[in-house]
């Protein structure tokens, strides 16, 4: 079994940041691309940024880029999603995400985290 773990959510200012850290365990490919989602109650889930395994590639959905960096760290099996300038609108449960890069990239990738929550008051 794959499994992600999220971390790093919780409460914080508009204009503040957070880092989301998220662990992969098990085996999600020799080299899996991973990134980071979200989703609002009531909204479809939405990408927010994926990166490759050599971290070199990254994506952003474009209201997020400038604000949002992705990162990796692989051999800590980890990925980070540093949020900057945080608005309320921000506020959803982070999901990560791990598995090929074409499926990351087509918002269908095969292994998804539990989720962190991320709350952003005015």
């Known amino acids: 079994q794959v499994q992600l773990v999220e971390s790093g959510g919780g409460l914080v200012q508009a204009g503040g940041s957070l880092r989301l850290s998220c662990v992969a365990s098990g085996s999600t490919g020799s080299r899996p691309a991973m990134g980071w989602f979200r989703q609002a109650p009531g909204k479809e889930r939405e990408f927010v940024a994926a990166i490759s395994w050599s971290g070199i590639s990254t994506y952003y959905a474009d209201s997020l880029k400038g604000r949002f960096t992705i990162s990796r760290d692989n051999a800590k099996n980890t990925v980070y999603l540093q949020m900057n300038s945080l608005k309320p609108e921000d506020t959803a449960v982070y999901y990560c995400?791990?598995?090929?890069?074409?499926?990351?990239?087509?918002?269908?990738?095969?292994?998804w985290g539990q989720g962190t929550q991320v709350t952003v008051s005015s």
């Open positions: 995400a791990a598995g090929p890069h074409n499926l990351i990239i087509a918002q269908k990738p095969t292994y």
